[in-house]
């Protein structure tokens, strides 16, 4: 395939006409695992239609707890599956808007939105499909800061203009907003000649961004720092495709960024102090921020500036109490790795992760 209409076009008919259902997929890349979903979030996924489930595409949960009331697009929102895990948990307060250039998956997610609406027991809707490219949210009528939470499952990787999806996403998301996402990575780049690979391209590996290439792409966005909630190894379950793609490994992982000014490009100490205060749904005795960051409700946990910043200046500062400020600088923050953790806080030292 050579020109950006053609891969387009081929994406669309893949997952319109070739893939009907999970179990046409030809590897295992885009095979959502329930096992990964939290219990509050699969008792949501239990009030969802059949037909909508046995059509899910992607390679994790992106679904941000603290939603409710919140205003959230699903970017590449297929038949729908996680749009309606967010309007439930959004309320009937918030708003879910699902944008997909798949007029055949919309179909499918738009004829069963009033059933879903009462099953919610939600007196008018609170979630509206539209057809459109990541790419170009305008032509959604997505306006300029006026999202809460941006998310997305195993889309992405799909574009072929991927700065153009992420600066998409940070002109519609709201000052604190956050994007809040699953994706296929790699360690290292894809090489040209399977990016042309139309199977490769549908299945999410030809299109997967190297995490380096991705830091950059961010940060030159004004966004240097992101956070890893999760990273598994994917298995393609396929010897055949398997062998073309040949070294390259590949990983599904979850990834938050949020749209905040002033965020410094390492981790610097200022003294701060994070407390959680154990009221949002689902996490009563602790919540994790990113691999690095989980947070035991009451107990008062050193943070560096980012972090700080991103429990006081989005939607979750009403479940954080954030003492000190930026005013003395104490040097470089040492972020400890998750596996670390325990072992450092046993030998009386602290750290925000």
Do not use: W
Not at 12 to 28: A, F, P
Not at 220 to 232: G, M, Q, V, Y
């Amino acid at each position: 395939m050579s020109n950006i209409s053609e891969k387009n076009g081929f994406v669309k008919s893949y997952y319109g006409k070739v893939i009907q259902r999970t179990q046409d997929l030809k590897t295992s890349t885009c095979k959502c695992d329930d096992s990964t979903l939290s219990p509050y979030i699969r008792a949501i996924e239990n009030k969802i239609d059949d037909e909508i489930l046995t059509r899910v595409y992607g390679c994790g949960s992106p679904i941000p707890p603290a939603i409710e009331g919140c205003v959230v697009l699903d970017l590449g929102c297929g038949a729908g599956r996680d749009v309606y895990i967010a309007s439930h948990l959004a309320g009937p307060d918030g708003f879910v808007i699902g944008v997909d250039m798949t007029q055949e998956q919309l179909e499918v997610a738009q004829r069963h939105l009033e059933k879903q609406m009462k099953r919610f027991g939600y007196k008018r809707p609170n979630v509206e499909f539209r057809h459109g490219n990541i790419e170009d949210l305008n032509e959604a009528g997505i306006a300029d800061n006026s999202v809460d939470v941006v998310i997305s499952n195993c889309v992405i990787n799909l574009s072929l203009s991927k700065k153009k999806v992420f600066s998409e996403i940070f002109r519609i998301l709201k000052p604190g907003g956050e994007l809040y996402f699953s994706d296929v990575f790699t360690g290292r780049r894809v090489p040209d000649y399977l990016m042309d690979d139309p199977v490769l391209h549908g299945e999410c590996l030809s299109g997967a961004m190297y995490i380096e290439d991705f830091r950059r792409m961010l940060r030159e966005l004004e966004c240097p720092d992101f956070r890893i909630l999760s990273k598994r190894r994917i298995t393609i379950d396929n010897p055949e495709i398997e062998a073309g793609v040949g070294m390259i490994d590949f990983y599904s992982m979850t990834v938050r960024a949020f749209k905040l000014h002033f965020l410094e490009d390492a981790s610097e100490n200022y003294g701060q102090t994070a407390v959680y205060n154990g009221t949002i749904p689902g996490y009563t005795d602790s919540f994790e921020l990113d691999d690095h960051h989980r947070f035991i409700t009451g107990k008062p946990m050193r943070v560096c500036g980012n972090t700080a910043s991103m429990l006081q200046e989005t939607r979750l500062e009403r479940h954080f109490k954030v003492k000190g400020d930026k005013s003395v600088h104490y040097g470089r923050f040492e972020c400890t790795p998750a596996c670390m953790k325990h072992d450092r806080e046993e030998s009386g030292g602290g750290a925000c992760c």
